[in-house]
């Protein structure tokens, strides 16, 4: 099976940085889709980046473009979320996951199309 596992979660102060990590417990990721959503308390969960399964393409929320950045190890089946300039509206539980069904759009960023999510990790940013 295949089953994401974030961690870096954490505590900062506006402006900082943050680097959240998703690995594969279980199946590998190998190519597949793989995202980075976020949800606050009382709000839906949202989009915020993805990357494809070869690790050229990605997409960001338009409020997250510029200040983070995803990326991929193959070799180390692991997918980085690294966060900078962090401002209180990126307060949220951060949730990857990853899509197996196949599909012509390579990083998508609807949460349909995302089949096994990991259980989350909380980035709290205090001004």
Do not use: H
């Not at 951060?94 to 069904?101: K, L, T």
Request: glycine share 10%; hydrophobic share 30%.
């Amino acid at each position: 099976q295949l089953q994401p596992v974030e961690s870096g979660g954490g505590s900062v102060q506006s402006g900082s940085s943050l680097s959240l990590s998703c690995a594969s417990s279980g199946d590998p990721f190998n190519s597949r889709p793989v995202a980075w959503f976020r949800q606050a308390p009382g709000k839906e969960r949202e989009f915020v980046a993805a990357v494809s399964g070869s690790g050229t393409i990605t997409n960001y929320r338009p409020s997250v473009q510029g200040r983070f950045t995803i990326s991929r190890d193959s070799a180390k089946n692991t997918v980085y979320l690294q966060m900078s300039r962090l401002v209180a509206e990126d307060t949220g539980t951060y949730y990857c996951a990853v899509r197996v069904s196949v599909s012509r759009i390579f990083a998508p960023m609807s949460s349909n199309d995302y089949d096994y999510w990991g259980r989350g990790t909380q980035v709290t940013v205090s001004s």
